[in-house]
């Protein structure tokens, strides 16, 4: 692991990078190794907070598609970015190449490169399951843990799951246990994947069998 943050955020999904801005800000917040106040020349935690929270209102009204909400989504988006990326050289600079001070910060670090050998994605999740949920219209999705995931994409399928077309996104979660969603119509019959997100951008897809929702 080398000292030095990642910051091409523009490698994420949307859902992928709501959750790393939403990381980065929580992992900021009273962080013990970076104390306020920071200097005049960086942006502010509460320039991360604001720019984190605006960002996340967008994204959850331009999930209905309108081209003007999707619009002011991206521009969210654009602003938060370079606020991060204006950050993360004063969070290396306070680190002083400690690999540990900064794996605090909710950014993701920079791996080895070793020669001759290719970066493979994250493996699938091991004992993906989906399942009903206690409440009707609910489901459940758990895993075992991941090791190098940052976050973990769910999606859901209705008819046959062969055709990509079929499959729509569920969510984005920091964790890949315990998540509970709805929206799910009795007697439908579901499918359901995960795959987590690493430095290397998004892994195997493990893909459950159909459970008929009730």
């Known amino acids: 692991m080398q000292a030095k943050l990642i910051i091409s955020f523009e490698r994420l999904s949307d859902p992928a990078f709501d959750a ?3 990381l980065i800000r929580a992992s900021l917040t ?8 920071w200097p005049a020349y960086v942006p502010q935690l509460t320039d991360i907070a604001a720019g984190q929270a605006s960002h996340h209102s967008l994204f959850e009204v ?16 654009d602003n938060l970015t370079a606020l991060l ?18 794996q605090t910060t909710g950014y993701d670090l920079r791996h080895d490169i070793v020669q001759g050998i290719a ?13 009903r949920g206690a409440v009707s219209g609910t489901m459940m999705a758990s895993a075992d843990s991941l090791a190098g995931a940052g976050s973990f994409e769910l999606s859901v399928c209705m008819g046959d799951p062969a055709v990509e077309s079929n499959w729509k996104d569920k969510g984005t979660f920091l964790h890949d246990s315990g998540i509970n969603a709805d929206g799910f119509t009795p007697g439908t019959v579901y499918y359901a994947r995960m795959r987590g997100v ?6 195997v897809w493990a893909v459950s069998s159909g459970v008929m929702a009730v």
């Open 62 to 77: 331009a999930q209905t598609g309108d081209s003007v909400k999707i619009t002011a989504r991206n521009g969210a988006r």
């Open 119 to 131: 970066l493979n994605p994250l493996p699938a999740p091991a004992h993906f399951v989906f399942a």
């Open 85 to 102: 990326k204006r950050l993360a050289p004063y969070l290396e600079l306070v680190a002083n190449g400690d690999v540990a001070k900064l």
């Open 30 to 37: 009273g962080n013990a190794n970076y104390p306020l106040p």
């Open 20 to 22: 790393k801005a939403d």
């Open 198 to 203: 690493g430095s290397n951008g998004p892994g």
